[in-house]
């Protein structure tokens, strides 16, 4: 029996200075009780990779994923390529010797582990600190809320680096970052973080007025006469439609051909990333892939719900909902700057309207929920499978789309 697994996304792994570190896999497996499930899981997530080629998702970085002691002593574990997968330990009910020795074949056989810190007690115990220096990572967990400033400082003596996982808010973060941890998994990153005075700078003011200029009706000549009011812009467009990463036939000189050149849906693309990169490197990558991901995830649930004239707002709403986040300012500031229609404004801040629905779907999608996801697809009719789908998509969305405009792919 090959059990049947959705892709349920990747949480980033960030490390002190917000850079991925690696990605955790988020898998879900039905009949996952059967006592023969064990024998099949990897043939099984074998098969969902696959079928999703989710190493391109892992865009030049480690995946880890969750394995226990029936996965580890039951399952064929070399049909996950070492080189693209981490197995994170998380629970053992075997004799810890079984356990040692299949550890230990694997590693022999190149394969690295992350292990949980309630396993590392337990292997402390019985093998020593020195037994530790073979994984990884030892992984906290924050919901416990523990003070762990010197069991970390006793594992960094022996160079094991401690990650900490389930961390929600900025000030959990900072708290756990003093304690010594530097890997973190959560939802944190996301978190609004405006700081007082701080200000949106012109260029990004007309990139935030050309990102609603071309999301509505209004005439290409008009956007060019906007991009044409700012030289900085003017000359950021020029570089990018006459450099390599763009097939033109010959030099390009004026603004409406490098926009007619390009289309809507690539000037699009160009200015939200010259939106995140403009003027300074502060901004997390991270960020930026989560809100290319809502704005293109919530576009494709438009396409699955049949409302095809709200995907260009849908896009904005979800691409603007982590911009307090990326800019470090309040939201209904951003808003103003760019003149947004009154569904975008009434979505971001006041939750209203089906936009703001659209919204929360994406947000579950994206989390991972399994249970709040079927939950959604039972009432729009829609199997829950189209939702991993769709992830596999929107990743491969954002991976292209910064490829296609020359951005560094780890």
């Known amino acids: 029996m090959v059990l049947k697994f ?12 917000d850079e991925v570190s690696a990605y955790l896999l988020r898998f879900h497996g039905h009949s996952m009780q059967h006592k023969l499930a064990h024998v099949n899981y990897t043939a099984s997530i074998s098969k969902l990779l696959h079928s999703f080629d989710i190493t391109k998702s892992l865009e030049g970085k480690k995946g880890w994923i969750k394995i226990d002691g029936q996965s580890l002593i039951n399952s064929d574990l070399t049909l996950l390529p070492k080189e693209y997968f981490v197995l994170y330990l998380m629970k053992v009910e075997q004799h810890l010797d079984d356990v040692f020795d299949k550890i230990e074949l694997l590693m022999d056989d190149g394969y690295h582990f992350v292990l949980d810190a309630t396993l590392a007690q337990a292997f402390l115990k019985s093998k020593g600190k020195a037994y530790l220096q073979n994984f990884d990572t030892i992984v906290f967990d924050g919901r416990k809320n523990t003070v762990y400033t010197e069991i970390v400082a006793s594992f960094s003596e022996f160079e094991i680096p401690c990650a900490i996982r389930n961390i929600t808010t900025i000030n959990d973060y900072a708290k756990y970052k003093k304690e010594g941890f530097s890997l973190f998994l959560g939802s944190y990153f996301k978190e609004p973080k405006p700081i007082k005075g701080h ?15 071309i999301k509505s009706d209004i005439e290409l ?14 000359l950021q467009l020029l570089q990018y439609i006459n450099s390599a990463n763009v097939n033109t036939t010959k030099y390009v000189e004026s603004i409406k051909e490098a926009a007619t050149l390009l289309g809507r849906k690539k000037l699009m693309a160009w200015v939200v990333l010259s939106l995140y990169s403009a003027q300074d490197n502060e901004i997390s ?17 438009c396409d699955l719900l049949s409302v095809p004239t709200l995907q260009d707002q849908a896009f904005l709403v979800g691409l603007l909902s982590v911009s307090d986040a990326i800019f470090k300012v309040y939201l209904h500031s951003i808003l103003e700057s760019g003149n947004f229609s009154e569904k975008v404004r009434e979505a971001l801040l006041e939750d209203k309207g089906d936009l703001a629905k659209l919204l929360k779907i994406a947000k579950i999608i994206e989390e991972g929920n399994h249970k709040k996801m079927e939950v959604i697809a039972g009432k729009l009719k829609v199997p829950v499978d189209k939702f991993s789908e769709m992830l596999d998509q929107v990743y491969t969305y954002v991976r292209e789309t910064k490829l296609s405009f020359g951005m560094e792919i780890s």
């Open 199 to 213: 200000q949106i700078s012109s260029s990004r003011l007309t990139l935030l007025e050309l990102l609603a200029m």
């Open 285 to 301: 990558q991270v960020l930026i892939d989560t809100s290319m991901l809502r704005g293109h995830l919530m576009e494709l649930l």
């Open 221 to 234: 000549d008009d956007i060019v006469a906007a991009i044409k009011f700012a030289p900085d812009i003017s």
């Open 6 to 17: 959705l892709f349920l996304g990747r949480q980033p792994v960030l490390d002190v200075d």
